[in-house]
């Protein structure tokens, strides 16, 4: 069955860095277009960076960010893996939030469990 398995959340100090993965199992992982999502206490969930899978033709590897991490997050992906990653520097009490991994295809749409993220002195 499709699993979507996040890891490398904690508590991290303003400033700080921290790399989240996410492990895909069950399904086509590179014609799959990747997203990292974030929820905060209180608020809907969020679009944090999007990477496009190889699909119609289409290699791939296009990538979107939200305005707000723009320059300090990256995401990335490795299909021999089967597993994309949220690079974040320069964390702010801001990005504390549930992530969420999230897997788009034609037709299917999954998410992970989430990992928690809190940036606090």
């Known amino acids: 069955q499709v699993q979507l398995v996040e890891s490398g959340g904690g508590l991290v100090q303003p400033g700080g860095s921290l790399r989240l993965s996410c492990a895909a199992s069950g399904f086509t992982f590179s014609t799959y277009h990747m997203s990292w999502y974030r929820q905060a206490p209180g608020k809907e969930r969020e679009l944090v960076a999007r990477i496009t899978g190889a699909r119609f033709g289409s290699v791939g590897g296009s990538i979107n960010y939200a305005d707000s991490v723009k320059g300090r997050f990256t995401i990335s992906r490795d299909n021999a893996k089967n597993t994309v990653y949220l690079q974040m520097n320069s964390l702010k009490p801001e990005d504390t939030a549930v992530y969420y991994c999230?897997?788009?295809?034609?037709?299917?749409?999954?998410w992970g469990q989430g990992t928690q993220v809190t940036v606090s002195s």
């Open positions: 999230n897997a788009a295809g034609t037709g299917s749409f999954y």
